[in-house]
């Protein structure tokens, strides 16, 4: 399938999808890509975010071990990783999906696949294998730029 677009950011990050929506704030037709099943970049799915809720939870347990000092005693903390990780994944799905609905609201495309650029104007989007992260259904989509 071939598409055209005024911009085709590639990239979801921080960086793409600020770029994406001020540019379609501004009236362009604009096509964001990346891989990820919704924007959000390394930092949200696997930097800034994950990262602090995961040292949130790092903090919580210092301090119940701290608290012995002030006359609080809590029992030894129980540490279920799985019931942690899907807490985790949960805030992450939250915050992408946030801003999968931003993207929506401001009419941007979000097309999911590795862009790879064939000329000045013209980029090709590989799809990630169906499965992937929940990939299926994304059967193929190409951005040409209008230069
Ligand atoms: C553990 C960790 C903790 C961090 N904590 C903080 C913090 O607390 N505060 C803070 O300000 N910063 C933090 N950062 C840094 C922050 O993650 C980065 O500054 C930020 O993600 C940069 O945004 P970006 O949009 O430039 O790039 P990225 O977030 O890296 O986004 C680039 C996106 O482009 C995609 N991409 C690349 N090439 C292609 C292609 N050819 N086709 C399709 N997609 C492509 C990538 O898959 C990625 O999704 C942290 C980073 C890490 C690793």
Known sequence: MTSSTH???IGGGPGGYAAAFLAADLGMQVTL????PDPGGVCLYRGCM???ALLHVAKVLT???EA???GVDFAEPALDLDRLRGWKEGVVGRLTGGLGQLSTQRGVTYLRGRAELLGPTS???T????????????AGAGAGGAG
């Open 7 to 9: 911009l085709a950011v």
């Open 33 to 36: 890509i990346d891989e990820a």
């Open 50 to 52: 994950p990262s602090k």
């Open 63 to 65: 301090e119940a071990r």
């Open 68 to 70: 012995r000092a002030w």
């Open 123 to 125: 980029v090709r989007v």
């Open 127 to 138: 799809p990630p294998p169906v499965g992937a992260d929940g990939a299926g259904g994304f």
